[in-house]
């Protein structure tokens, strides 16, 4: 056995013995042991032999206090503080350039080579008031991204919520209902089973090798993002769609943020199972909550605060209480919960964005459409960038089972967005976020069937608790609308994988 000793000043030696981890399981570990010498703590000069006295000693500690609290927030960075798992001995140790945080600022770098030429290039044209002034064959193209078109009456199709339907039978009804939940449940759940497949288990393995896993979560996103783009580009070529009124820069802003969300969200199932991920996807609302506060300046009923906090309570005790993963499912980590959270934060600001730009009376499609138009331009930059781009098409290539897999998953998210649009609109958005709670619960049961999960009978409680409370806040919606009361929308729809 090698061991690698981390030296914090003055304090401790923290001791990372290496052990075997098992690669497919996404999860690294590390063993923390105190000191030698027997104490939690290696003890630092004694305050009265110290020669560094007053302001200069009281400086010294903090410094030391500063350095130890940083190394903390830079080892929460690193997948080797996973509590489960085991290393395959065979897999080479990962490099600091595989850490996902370093991923993470590399991305956001790639992206920002985007975002910030053509803010620069947005603010020239708005200042030379090139709408005025502009002629040439580039004006269309700048007035489309820049400016926008402003709908005109004649023009406008209105976009009305949801037509009632015209006399219809309670069968026929049954039938369509019947239809949209099996098209979402399928949808969605095969998305989710083959989501944690391609990110918590290996390819190519054999008797002799252990095979590979697929590590890059933002080449998974361009291929989802890739046919959604062709779905919605088909449609709305095919169904008639409102007069496009939006500046198209403006989808950038919440392109940027669903990209990262949904990175956030693969790489998180490093780190994380799947039942944690889908709790922490329910949660959302609180932070869809505070958003809309700090974004939309909106404000709440007391059921609303009320449901938020007992969401807050389910999914604390599911966390809380969780039992051991088994060594081929990844083990909750402090990088796994940063991720998660990463994941709320920009979906969040994803939703609110889009709220705001629905104010353009465009479709649901035509936003699904822009959005996903960036989320392609920026990703297909940021892998050439990186020049990963390539290697993750030889890995498909490698990997034919991984290349039919990437194919589902997308196709299961692009339907999966067109279901959501049917449903809404033959049904309503109640009916929808009914199918769409029980989808979650179906979810973790399939999980645990599948990869092994445990979940403990407090756990259990907590799930319970969680469903509960968002089946309450569409009963207290249903009632808001009965009284004639506005009921705060609907996050948004679009782009929720």
Not at 4 to 13: F, G, K, M, Y
Not at 318 to 335: D, I, K, R, V
Request: aromatic share 12%; glycine share 8%; hydrophobic share 45%.
């Amino acid at each position: 056995m090698q061991n690698l000793h981390i030296r914090v000043p003055r304090t401790a030696v923290v001791t990372a013995t290496s052990r075997p981890v098992d690669r497919a399981a996404g999860d690294d570990e590390a063993e923390v042991t105190p000191a030698e010498g027997g104490g939690e703590e290696a003890p630092g000069p004694s305050p009265v032999s110290s020669p560094l006295e007053g302001a200069e000693g009281e400086e010294l500690y903090s410094d030391l206090g500063a350095r130890r609290w940083w190394a903390v927030v830079v080892l929460a960075a690193l997948p080797s503080l996973g509590v489960g798992g085991e290393k395959n001995p065979e897999a080479p140790p990962e490099s600091w350039t595989q850490l996902w945080f370093f991923r993470f600022l590399v991305n956001a770098a790639g992206y920002a080579s985007f975002m910030v030429p053509g803010y620069l290039l947005v603010q020239y044209f708005r200042r030379k008031n090139y709408l005025e002034t502009g002629v040439g064959l580039c004006f269309p193209l700048v007035k489309t991204c820049v400016f926008g078109n402003e709908p005109k009456a004649p023009d406008e199709v209105p976009l009305a919520a949801r037509a009632e339907p015209v006399e219809t039978s309670p069968t026929w009804q049954a039938l369509k209902l019947l239809f949209c939940a099996s098209g979402l449940q399928v949808s969605y759940l095969t998305w989710g089973v083959l989501q944690e497949r391609v990110m918590t288990r290996s390819y190519g393995a054999t008797a002799t090798s252990p095979g590979e896993r697929f590590s890059d979560s933002q080449f998974l996103v361009l291929m989802n993002r890739i046919l959604a783009l062709m779905v919605a580009g088909v449609y709305c070529i095919l169904c008639k769609q409102p007069r496009h009124g939006a500046p198209m820069y403006r989808y950038s802003f919440a392109s940027l943020s669903n990209v990262l969300s949904s990175w956030c969200q693969y790489e998180a199932l490093k780190f994380v199972s799947f039942p944690t991920q889908v709790l922490a996807k329910a949660s959302k609302v609180i932070p869809v909550m505070l958003m809309g506060k700090l974004v939309s300046r909106r404000s709440y009923e007391h059921w609303e605060y009320l449901t938020a906090g007992l969401i807050s309570i389910g999914v604390s005790m599911f966390l809380l209480s969780s039992g051991p993963e088994p060594h081929s499912s990844p083990a909750t980590t402090l990088s796994g919960l940063i991720l998660l959270a990463g994941y709320i934060a920009f979906d969040s600001f994803t939703s609110n964005w889009q709220d705001a730009l629905f104010a353009y009376k465009m479709s649901s499609v035509q936003m699904m459409f822009g959005v996903n138009l960036f989320s392609c331009l920026f990703t297909v930059g940021s892998l050439l960038e990186q020049g990963a781009l390539l290697e993750g098409i030889r890995f498909m290539g490698r990997h034919s089972e991984f290349a039919a897999h990437t194919l589902l998953l997308s196709i299961c998210s692009a339907c999966g967005q067109l279901f959501i649009f049917y449903t809404i609109g033959q049904f309503g958005a109640a009916v929808f976020t009914i199918i769409m709670t029980l989808r979650q619960a179906f979810a973790i049961l399939l999980s645990c069937l599948l990869y092994g999960h445990t979940v403990t009978v407090v756990g259990g409680l907590g799930v319970a608790v969680v469903f509960a409370a968002l089946l309450l806040r569409v009963y207290a919606r249903g009632r808001l609308k009965q009284r004639g009361k506005k009921a705060m929308p609907v996050e948004s729809s679009v782009q929720k994988v």
